[in-house]
């Protein structure tokens, strides 16, 4: 079946930029979603890209796709201690309408 | 516009007993999904429902999990007996698109089970 994998974790200075990779084995996913979880909250959406595009923007985030590597990653841009969180990749194949997520990568954002 | 809601957003239980968690997803989303995280693992989808019909439960773990939407509303999901195995984060999202798949979560009932 689908396997998606993250790496389990990242720290980085506040102010540093951030790249979570994430990394997919089903060339079919259609969508290809970032999820933000704070401690003790829910799955916020952050983003996302549709697999025919090879990066989006969207204020401090950037998503950038290598479809040929099955390749995903986001970028935090100016991290600030606010963005430590989980971060949790998503690929979802249309008509089969489930998200299949990685483990999660934790971010620590250290003043 | 409310979010999902889940509730209870805690639950304690011992081995044996039954429990039942609550989702009740945005006004007007037809799409209801389960989902549940174990031991920090990954986020593993349980079913999908369509209305009150059950379009696709391929990841429910076995007979002891019951899910429920009557009336194309709130679900319900049931552990019956609960083992120690089901502990765990247990999410519900919610989504009008099915091109996407933008889902939209709730913010999880954690449950534990002694």
């Known amino acids: 079946g689908e396997d998606v994998e993250q790496s389990l974790f990242l720290s980085v200075r506040e102010g540093d930029s951030s790249v979570i990779n994430c990394t997919y084995t089903d060339s079919s996913s259609t969508y290809l979603y970032w999820y933000k979880q704070e401690p003790g909250a829910g799955l916020q959406l952050l983003t996302y890209?549709?697999?025919?595009?090879d990066m989006k923007q969207d204020q401090r985030l950037t998503v950038l796709l290598n479809k040929k590597d099955k390749h995903l990653s986001l970028r935090i841009a100016d991290t600030q201690t606010g963005d430590s969180a989980i971060y949790f990749c998503?690929?979802?194949?249309?008509?089969?309408?489930?998200?299949?997520f990685g483990t999660g990568t934790r971010l620590l954002v250290s003043p | 516009e409310a979010g999902v809601t889940q509730f209870p957003s805690h639950s304690v239980i011992e081995k044996g007993q039954t429990v039942t968690l609550r989702c009740d997803p945005i006004s007007g989303h037809d799409n209801l999904y389960w989902y549940r995280r174990v031991m920090g693992k990954e986020i593993k989808f349980l079913l999908h429902f369509v209305k009150e019909s059950k379009q696709d439960e391929s990841g429910m773990p076995n007979n002891r999990f019951l899910a429920e939407r009557t009336g194309g509303t709130y679900s319900t999901l049931k552990v019956q007996p609960a083992e120690l195995e089901d502990s765990g984060v247990y999410f519900c999202?919610?989504?009008?698109?099915?091109?996407?798949?933008?889902?939209?979560f709730g913010p999880g009932t954690r449950l534990t089970v002694l």
């Open positions: 890209i549709f697999s025919n595009m």
């Open positions: 998503a690929v979802f194949r249309t008509g089969f309408q489930k998200l299949v």
């Open positions: 999202a919610s989504s009008h698109d099915l091109v996407k798949g933008e889902q939209f």
